[in-house]
């Protein structure tokens, strides 16, 4: 079995995040992709984010319509700040995988910033690191040693991020094209976003 670990705050989670993830299962022959919301990110806890309730639920309702991709709770259960080398390690031994059969996708961003995260090389170790283009990153800014030992995903770059949708509800803007229906209508009814 081959898994995809996918994490981030998903706040609110968006159509680029789904189509990294569709992108991954497609083009790397992977069984399932799991998305994990962090209950506290280490470089987020400056940051305001929505109460893992919510998160949890807007990510329900935008994988919904996707067969292969799931949702793990694990990070969130753990509570306190969650460092990805902890939750590779968990999900291998609870789920027996090798580092070839266990993904872990992150964006180009998240990669210039990796030497900056927890055990970096160990994350490098112990699974098969994928990255995901974005706009405004390019593969020249991230240390060579990190670029030569990650696969590049071929996906398009789609300039949506879940600061601006944030923004956009906050100034009443249409977020229609950027987030799913069922998350637009979650955000609506629950007033969140909103100062």
């Given at each position: 079995?081959?898994i995809?670990?996918?994490?981030?705050?998903?706040?609110?989670?968006?159509?680029?995040?789904?189509?990294?993830a569709?992108?991954c299962l497609?083009n790397?022959?992977?069984?399932?992709?799991?998305?994990?919301?962090?209950?506290?990110?280490?470089?987020?806890?400056n940051?305001?984010?929505?109460?893992a309730?919510?998160r949890?639920?807007?990510?329900?309702?935008?994988?919904?319509?996707?067969?292969?991709?799931?949702?793990?709770?694990?990070?969130?259960d753990?509570?306190?700040?969650?460092y990805?080398?902890?939750?590779?390690?968990?999900?291998?031994?609870?789920?027996?995988?090798?580092?070839?059969?266990?993904y872990?996708?992150?964006?180009a961003?998240s990669?210039?910033?990796?030497?900056?995260w927890?055990?970096?090389?160990?994350?490098l170790?112990?699974?098969?690191?994928?990255?995901?283009?974005?706009?405004?990153?390019?593969?020249?800014?991230?240390?060579?040693?990190?670029?030569?030992r990650?696969?590049?995903?071929?996906?398009?770059?789609m300039?949506?991020?879940s600061?601006?949708?944030r923004?956009?509800?906050?100034?009443?803007?249409?977020?229609?094209h950027?987030?799913?229906?069922?998350?637009?209508g979650?955000i609506?009814?629950?007033?969140?976003?909103?100062t």
């Amino acid at each position: 079995m081959r898994i995809c670990l996918y994490g981030g705050t998903f706040d609110p989670p968006h159509n680029g995040h789904l189509a990294i993830a569709e992108q991954c299962l497609k083009n790397l022959n992977i069984d399932r992709a799991i998305f994990i919301p962090a209950f506290l990110a280490p470089h987020k806890t400056n940051v305001k984010i929505s109460s893992a309730k919510d998160r949890l639920a807007m990510l329900r309702l935008a994988i919904q319509p996707y067969p292969g991709l799931e949702i793990s709770e694990l990070e969130i259960d753990r509570k306190g700040i969650s460092y990805s080398i902890d939750t590779i390690i968990q999900i291998k031994k609870a789920l027996s995988l090798n580092s070839e059969n266990l993904y872990f996708l992150i964006g180009a961003d998240s990669l210039a910033e990796l030497h900056t995260w927890r055990q970096p090389e160990r994350i490098l170790d112990e699974s098969r690191v994928v990255v995901a283009g974005r706009p405004h990153y390019s593969m020249d800014d991230v240390p060579v040693d990190y670029r030569n030992r990650v696969e590049i995903l071929s996906n398009p770059l789609m300039d949506i991020s879940s600061t601006d949708i944030r923004q956009k509800v906050e100034r009443h803007e249409s977020v229609r094209h950027l987030i799913p229906e069922s998350v637009a209508g979650y955000i609506n009814i629950h007033k969140l976003y909103r100062t």
